[in-house]
């Protein structure tokens, strides 16, 4: 853990991290290729079997500013992560707080957009669905249908506004994250992104959507399954419901 630095800590990127050796170098030299001031990191690794929790201390030491590396045992879901990350982002002072995967699949060119984004926001969302956006051109007509469809179909179950509604690259002010409460967010898995969206627009939070592509992961393997969404479809209609 590295967490000194000459300048405040201004825009913290969380990344949650499982087997992730071969990707997560390539992501955080190219964040840090966009000059981004009083940039930070986070990096929340569940037991990488493959070292990635290594490879993030060793880079946390050469890194000039904060760099905190959370170790955890075993994989505890994707959501679980995100809240401890959000939780150190704040406790180390960020006062704007985003969200990356390791997999390169989140362009980091991108990130100059959403910090902009957050001058008259309280959340920034980088946006598939939203015009200008989309995804892998080499994706089948088929798997665009799924994501398009089962998106459609999470902000249908939520009410929400927001158009991609499943996004996983996005950003907060300190404040917003502060008001919806992290110790509120429940869900673990694909739906907390849909639960975090849906806590945000319930507490009038100003959101705004950027667009992006979203490229396929470079290397490593996905951890997505079609078991995992059937999940998320039945604990964000439970939420909705308690609502």
Not at 71 to 84: D, F, M, P, V
Not at 89 to 116: C, N, Q, T, Y
Not at 124 to 144: F, I, K, L
Not at 193 to 216: K, N, S, T, W
Request: with cysteine; charged share 25%; glycine share 12%.
């Amino acid at each position: 853990m590295n967490e000194s630095s000459p300048n405040p800590l201004s825009v913290a990127i969380v990344v949650p991290t499982y087997n992730e050796a071969e990707t997560l170098p390539v992501l955080i030299e190219k964040v840090r290729e966009q000059n981004i001031e009083g940039l930070g990191f986070v990096v929340v690794d569940d037991g990488s079997p493959d070292g990635t929790g290594d490879i993030a201390d060793a880079i946390a030491d050469e890194f000039n500013g904060v760099f905190i590396v959370l170790h955890r045992e075993g994989k505890q879901g994707l959501g679980s992560a995100y809240r401890a990350g959000f939780q150190a982002a704040l406790d180390a002072g960020a006062e704007r707080i985003f969200e990356m995967d390791a997999d390169l699949s989140h362009p980091p060119e991108v990130l100059a957009g959403l910090i902009g984004e957050l001058d008259n926001a309280d959340v920034a969302v980088a946006s598939r669905y939203t015009q200008g956006g989309g995804v892998d051109p080499d994706w089948s007509w088929g798997r665009r249908q799924i994501s398009y469809w089962g998106n459609v179909g999470i902000r249908m179950i939520l009410g929400l506004k927001v158009k991609d509604a499943t996004a996983g690259f996005k950003g907060f002010r300190r404040k917003a994250l502060e008001t919806i409460g992290i110790d509120r967010l429940r869900l673990s898995g694909f739906g907390f992104q849909a639960e975090v969206a849906y806590r945000c627009q319930q507490a009038g939070l100003r959101i705004v959507e950027h667009p992006y592509v979203f490229m396929d992961r470079t290397a490593g393997k996905s951890k997505m399954t079609f078991g995992i969404v059937v999940e998320a479809f039945f604990h964000l209609s439970w939420l909705r419901i308690r609502r």
